[in-house]
């Protein structure tokens, strides 16, 4: 596609359900990557790609979170018994290995 | 990744030029100077980076100082729709790897009539 895509663009979820938020890269980009940002807040990192590894999982804040890779394209950020306070815009990013790192509109998660 | 440190916000009037420093006195020889910037309610949006040499592209100027310690990122005209949180972000580059970017908390820059 032409840029990042991310879906779904917003999800409502109650407290203690799994969500699964989806990202699809430009083809071609090798390193992908997750951020969220909270109402008001500034980028926090939470994962990156290398192809279909992950040589940082550092910023993920617990091991509700995890994300996977495949085929050096998709991934998919899993969120495991959401909590309020994992509300936040996640975003997705992809880059070829030197270059820029082009961003999606991200997507809006609420738990209620 | 080496720290950097932004102004919390400044102001521009449109049509003049907007010249957004960023310190990072820490930075190493081979970490790259990265600027992003996100409008609101948007994805950030990729500016400009560079090394050790001054650059320039058809959004802006990013001149980095001899040292390497500072940069300064430059709208040459600004105009109300460059009203934006500016991220400067100095990232590791690995041979043949992306470079991780650890956004910090930006400048935010309102440009005005």
């Known amino acids: 596609g032409a840029g990042v895509s991310q879906s779904p663009s917003n999800k409502v979820t109650e407290k203690g359900k799994d969500v699964e938020l989806r990202c699809d890269p430009i083809?071609?980009?090798?390193?992908l990557y997750w951020y969220r940002q909270s109402l008001g807040q500034g980028l926090e990192f939470l994962i990156y790609?290398?192809?279909?590894?992950?040589?940082?999982k550092s910023g993920l804040p617990s091991d509700r979170f995890s994300a996977e890779r495949t085929g050096g394209s998709v991934s998919t950020l899993t969120i495991q018994r959401t909590q309020q306070e994992d509300s936040a815009v996640y975003l997705c990013?992809?880059?070829?290995?030197?270059?820029?790192?082009?961003f999606g509109q991200g997507t809006r998660l609420t738990v209620v | 990744d080496a720290k950097t440190t932004q102004p919390t916000s400044m102001d521009c009037a449109e049509g003049r030029a907007a010249n957004l420093p960023c310190n990072h006195s820490?930075?190493?020889?081979?970490?790259?100077v990265y600027w992003y910037r996100q409008i609101h309610s948007q994805g950030p949006q990729y500016i400009i980076h560079g090394l050790k040499n001054n650059e320039t592209n058809e959004m802006a100027s990013l001149i980095i100082t001899e040292d390497r310690k500072s940069s300064t990122l430059i709208l040459p005209h600004a105009t109300l729709r460059d009203t934006a949180v500016y991220y400067c972000i100095a990232a590791l580059l690995y041979t043949g790897t992306a470079s991780k970017l650890t956004f910090g908390t930006g400048t935010r820059l309102q440009v005005t009539l």
């Open positions: 820490t930075i190493s020889g081979n970490e790259y």
């Open positions: 083809s071609g980009h090798t390193a």
């Open positions: 790609f290398q192809g279909n590894s992950a040589p940082d």
């Open positions: 990013a992809s880059s070829r290995a030197m270059g820029e790192a082009f």
